[in-house]
């Protein structure tokens, strides 16, 4: 892997207002899709292309794929429900590089905290806040595993 960006869900709609049975079942919100429409759109700026799209199986960030994918037509999908477990850090990282199965530029969508300390660990650094929407775009010159990333970017949509 030489790319990789985290990018959180966009923001979605209370529980309440939807009548979702649970966190896991909330949709997003029009602001939330558009978000991820400016972020997205962001990345492909960028030139960044990913070949496999990573994601939470929450509704949320299955809908925020589905708006990446838009863009990134070629990417493979994978849902990766580590990315909304409570394992440990170093579990995660594992459990997204076998999905991303040696694809060279990834995209994995989730939750805060777990991106911002997933982040945090590969750059060697404090992980960003990742604000709803937000991406942290990071490349590697030998890879995830060395723990060395270079933050290329960092993108948080304006409130829509």
Same mark, same amino acid.
């Given at each position: 892997? =030489? ?12 529980? /309440? ?15 939330? =899709? ?41 990417? =493979? ?61 990071? =490349?590697?010159?030998?890879?995830? /595993?060395?723990? /060395? ?12």
């Amino acid at each position: 892997m =030489k790319e990789l960006v985290f990018m959180r869900h966009g923001s979605a709609m209370p529980a /309440r207002d939807q009548g979702a049975r649970s966190d896991a079942d909330r949709r997003l919100s029009p602001e939330g =899709k558009a978000q991820i429409q400016a972020s997205s759109k962001r990345l492909r700026e960028l030139g960044f292309s990913p070949g496999v799209i990573i994601s939470s199986p929450f509704l949320r960030t299955v809908e925020t794929a589905d708006i990446a994918a838009a863009l990134f037509p070629a990417a =493979k999908r994978v849902t990766e429900p580590a990315l909304a477990s409570t394992n440990s850090v170093p579990d995660i990282l594992k459990a997204i590089t076998a999905a991303a199965a040696g694809a060279p530029s990834v995209l994995v969508i989730g939750h805060q905290p777990v991106l911002g300390a997933l982040c945090g660990l590969l750059a060697a650094a404090n992980g960003p806040h990742f604000t709803t929407g937000s991406f942290a775009y990071l =490349k590697f010159s030998a890879g995830p /595993r060395s723990g /060395r990333a270079e933050l290329a970017d960092f993108f948080s949509p304006e409130s829509l």
